[in-house]
């Protein structure tokens, strides 16, 4: 089985979104995908639990966790969430970049903002892991267990 990581800095809303999504659509026998962060923050942002339930994607349990050497070791690829010089590499594991944004200054903004921010990066984090998975035909098929 595959293991794809979704890594950037920290691990609190795009990368969770992406390996959410990626688990929600592939085989789960023929991958997995963790998401993991450089420096990870204390919690998931709390609205990208919120606006991750409304899709029907729990995300509550989760909690950032950082990238570490032997999580790295077990990736067959590192997918990171366009975070420039600051995203994270693994030596020896074929890295592709995904810049996905939130929207400007969506932290610290109001939880308006914030949402729209959010809403923005789930439809994003879901077009690309269904365009992935379907350019690929592995390691999972292009299902669509969840929309």
């Known amino acids: 089985m595959k293991t794809i990581v979704f890594a950037c800095v ?53 909690v950032p966790k950082r990238l570490s050497d032997a999580l790295g070791s077990t990736a067959s690829l590192l997918v990171t969430m366009g975070c420039g010089e600051a995203c994270p590499a ?19 903004t109001g939880v308006r903002l914030r949402r729209r921010g959010c809403g923005r990066g789930r439809s994003s984090t879901s077009t690309r892991s269904r365009s992935w998975c379907c350019r690929r035909r592995s390691p999972g098929s292009c299902s669509s267990r969840r929309s």
């Not at 709390?46 to 995300?59: A, H, T």
């Not at 693994?90 to 610290?108: F, I, K, N, Q």
């Open 90 to 108: 693994v030596a020896g594991v074929c890295r592709e970049d995904w810049p996905l944004e939130m929207g400007a200054g969506w932290v610290g």
């Open 10 to 62: 920290h691990n609190a809303g795009r990368s969770q979104m992406a390996a959410a999504w990626f688990n929600a659509l592939v085989d789960p026998g023929k991958a997995h995908a963790e998401s993991a962060g450089t420096a990870p923050a204390a919690q998931v942002h709390p609205e990208v639990v919120e606006v991750m339930q409304e899709v029907g994607v729990d995300l509550s349990r989760e």
